[in-house]
Structures are given as structure tokens and as C-alpha cells.
């Protein structure tokens, strides 16, 4: 079968970012956005997700990385849906909960057309690389506009906010995985017989 992969460039006054990845094939993982704390993270998600993936990303870190982290999410969902192309066989949605030392995430997920973030996760304000970590919520609701995906990620408890934030990325990559897994038909796994979008 093909395989699903693509590359996608989106640069702004703000950001400038390239991303490829392919859906099917684990790969050496390339990730490069000047913030590490994002890095860690991103290859935290390829590699749980067995994705290969290659980021290019710099942004204006001078002013804040909220626009970077922010648009690094809309370009990997947008990265993401356009690998995919048709919502025809695959499995649709994904459930992982990814427990990390005294943390624990729980990320489920609907590639349903409709962009939607539910966000249970409470984090300190403790900068993680010098990056609050609760911009972590618009690099998700960045993800889920540009992938038109509803996304739920729970952390009912945590030890710390790195292993909260790097145990729902892993739950993230898995779940992620287990929705874009082929069925054994091209069937719309919807009861409409379409995806919305």
C-alpha cells in the first residue's frame, strides 16, 4: 500500500516551520524549533507513535514561544490530516493512557472532522526550558483545528508538569496510531457515511 506521508511548509511574520511526516514508517527523528523543552516533546510523540518525522521550525522566541508552539501544533495536525487525504479505512479513533513515574494521561481521539479540545490538565507556572508550560494548550488546540480532530486529553494526577506534559504527548503519538491503523475494508467507519469538513 502507499505510503502516507507529506510535507507541509506554513510560515508567517510570526513563524516560519517545514514538517514532514509519514504515518506508516518509524523513522530517524529530525526535530529542530529552537525551544528544547518542544523538541523533547515532539520526538516523544513520533517515537511512541512510530512516526517519522523532521521539523524545521524558528519563530520570533524574542518576543514569546507562544506563536511558535501555538503554529508547530496547526502545522503537525495540518501535516497530519493531509498525509491521511481520504477518512476512508481507517480505524477513525485512538484511546492511550500513558502513565509516566507519578503522572498519569489519558488521551482519546476522534478524526470526526470537527476540531474540538477538551483539556483537563492542570500545570504550574514552573517555566519548563524557559516556556510556561500551559502554552502546551494552544499547541493542542492548534493541533486539533488544523487536523479537524477531536481531542480529549485528561491528567487526573501528576508527579510534576514534564512528566505530565511528556506522558500525554506518548499518549497522544499512541492514540494517534491506533486511529490511523487501515481497517481491512475503505469503509467510513460513521453512521452518516461521511466525515464532517
Known sequence: ???RKTEIARKTKETDIEL????????????????????????SFACHGRFALKIKAEGDLQVDPHHL????????GSAIS???GSPEGIQR???????MDGSLANVAL???????????????????????????RDFYK???D?????IHINVPYSDNDHHALEAAFKAFGRALREAVTRTRDNGILSTKGKIDG
Open 93 to 99: 479513533a485512538g484511546y492511550f493512557s500513558f502513565p
Open 20 to 43: 514532514t511526516i509519514n504515518l506508516d514508517k518509524a523513522g530517524k527523528l529530525q526535530v529542530k524549533t529552537g525551544i528544547p523543552f518542544l523538541n523533547h516533546m515532539m520526538d
Open 110 to 136: 476522534d478524526l470526526c472532522g470537527r476540531p474540538n479540545l477538551v483539556w483537563n490538565v492542570t500545570l504550574g507556572e514552573t517555566l519548563l526550558s524557559d516556556v510556561d508550560p500551559n502554552l502546551f
Open 82 to 84: 493531509k498525509a491521511l
Open 146 to 150: 488544523g487536523l479537524r480532530a477531536t
Open 142 to 144: 492548534g493541533l486539533a
Open 69 to 76: 508552539i501555538e503554529d508547530c501544533g496547526i502545522v503537525l
Open 1 to 3: 500500500m502507499k505510503e
